[in-house]
C-alpha cells in the first residue's frame, strides 16, 4: 500500500520554464512533508519541507504548496535549470512513528 | 568529511553469501536510518535506530536481514543467505533526532547478488 505517491515517474522540461512535480498522499496522520533531490550513484539531498500548519514554503527558485484537504503538495521549480535535472522524492512523516515514508519518485529532465 | 559515509560502495556478492554493510553518521546524530531503493521503485524504510537501541524494525523484509549499531556511532546492515531479489541499493541516513528534523543521506551501497 503507497501511502505517498508520485504518479508522474518522469517529466521533461525546457530550461527557463516551471517544473511541477506532484505528489499524493493517503494518511491523514501525515503532518510533515519533504521534498529530496537525487543524482545518479549519490544519495538523496534535502531540497525543502513544509509543515501541515502552512500551505505554502519558498525557498529561492523552489517552492513547495501543501493543500491538506485534498491530501495533495507540489514542487514548483522556476525557473527551471539543466542542473535540476534529477530524480525529485516526495517524502512526508507519520507524527505516530516518526517514520519518514518515500515516494516512488519523478525524474526530472531539464533540457536547453 | 562532515556527511554520512558507506561502505563499500559497491559489491557484488553470490546467492547464499553473507553481506555486511556499514554506515558511519554524522558525528552527534543519535537518530540513524537504512532504507533500500530497489530498480524502479521508491525508498523503502528498512529500520531506525536511536542511540543503540531499534524501536522499529518493522520494515526489515525477513529474518535474514539485521542491523546493530555501536553507541550513537558505527551501524552495520547484515543480510545473511542473500537472495537475488536483495540486490538494490542500500541507503544509510542520520539525523540529529527523530522529531521530524532533516536527514542526511550517505551515498548508499549498491548491492548485487548473482
Known amino acids: 500500500d503507497q501511502q505517498v505517491k508520485q504518479n508522474s515517474p518522469s517529466l521533461s522540461v525546457q530550461e527557463g520554464r516551471i517544473s511541477i512535480l506532484n505528489c499524493d498522499y493517503t494518511?491523514?496522520?501525515?503532518?510533515?512533508f519533504l521534498w529530496y533531490k537525487k543524482y545518479p550513484a549519490e544519495g538523496p539531498t534535502f531540497l525543502i519541507s513544509?509543515?501541515?500548519?502552512?500551505d505554502k514554503n519558498e525557498d529561492g527558485r523552489f517552492t513547495v504548496f501543501l493543500n491538506k484537504s485534498a491530501k495533495h503538495l507540489s514542487l514548483h521549480i522556476v525557473p527551471s535549470q539543466p542542473g535540476d535535472s534529477a530524480v525529485y522524492f516526495c517524502a512526508a512523516i507519520d507524527n505516530n512513528t516518526d517514520k519518514l515514508i518515500f515516494g516512488t519518485g519523478t525524474r526530472l529532465q531539464v533540457f536547453p | 568529511g562532515a556527511g554520512v559515509s558507506q561502505s563499500p560502495s559497491n559489491k557484488v556478492t553470490e546467492k547464499g553469501k553473507d553481506v555486511e554493510l556499514r554506515c558511519d553518521p554524522i558525528?552527534?546524530?543519535?537518530?540513524l536510518y537504512w532504507y533500500r531503493q530497489r530498480l524502479g521503485q521508491g525508498l523503502e524504510f528498512l529500520i531506525y535506530f536511536q542511540g543503540n537501541s531499534a524501536p522499529d524494525k518493522s520494515g526489515l523484509p525477513s529474518d535474514r536481514f539485521s542491523a546493530e549499531r555501536t553507541g550513537e556511532s558505527v551501524s552495520t546492515l547484515t543480510i545473511q543467505r542473500t537472495q537475488q531479489e536483495d540486490s538494490a541499493v542500500y541507503l544509510c541516513?542520520?539525523?540529529?533526532?527523530?522529531?521530524?528534523?532533516?536527514?542526511?543521506f550517505g551515498p548508499g551501497t549498491r548491492l548485487l547478488v548473482l
Open positions: 541516513a542520520s539525523s540529529l533526532g527523530t522529531s521530524g528534523e532533516t536527514q542526511y
Open positions: 494518511n491523514s496522520m501525515f503532518d510533515y
Open positions: 558525528s552527534g546524530h543519535t537518530a
Open positions: 513544509i509543515s501541515s500548519i502552512k
